[in-house]
């Protein structure tokens, strides 16, 4: 069964960085071949995604973190991390990771993946 293990969140204030790390495990297939994706959920919201790399390490990025945050993974480890600097307020969220076969740039949306770990929570506050 595949997993994920999110790790790296905390408290920072507005303007800050954080780098967040994501270890996988369990997956059928070599890790490269897979479609990573950092997502968040806040309070009382639905789960977005984030940012995404594809296996030939194309990126794609929500508008609202578009500049600020980076997306990279390292195949030799199955690790994928998310680098996020100018935090705002609003990027408080639980962040988690997931992982997919699709070949598309495209956002996926959160509902079609069907397990999640328990993510990490990022608080930007002053």
């Known amino acids: 069964q595949v997993q994920f293990v999110e790790f790296g969140g905390g408290l920072v204030q507005p303007g800050g960085s954080l780098r967040l790390s994501c270890a996988v495990s369990g997956i059928r297939f070599r890790f490269s071949m897979y479609r990573m994706g950092w997502f968040r959920q806040a309070p009382g919201k639905e789960r977005e995604t984030v940012a995404i790399?594809?296996?030939?390490?194309?990126?794609n990025y929500s508008d609202s973190v578009k500049g600020r945050f980076t997306i990279s993974r390292d195949n030799g480890v199955n690790a994928v991390y998310l680098d996020m600097d100018n935090l705002k307020p609003e990027d408080t969220a639980i962040y988690y990771c997931?992982?997919?076969?699709?070949?598309?740039?495209?956002?996926?949306?959160?509902?079609?993946?069907?397990?999640w770990g328990q993510g990490t929570q990022v608080t930007i506050s002053a």
């Open positions: 790399i594809t296996m030939r390490g194309f990126t």
């Open positions: 997931n992982a997919d076969l699709s070949l598309a740039l495209s956002n996926p949306n959160p509902a079609d993946f069907a397990s």
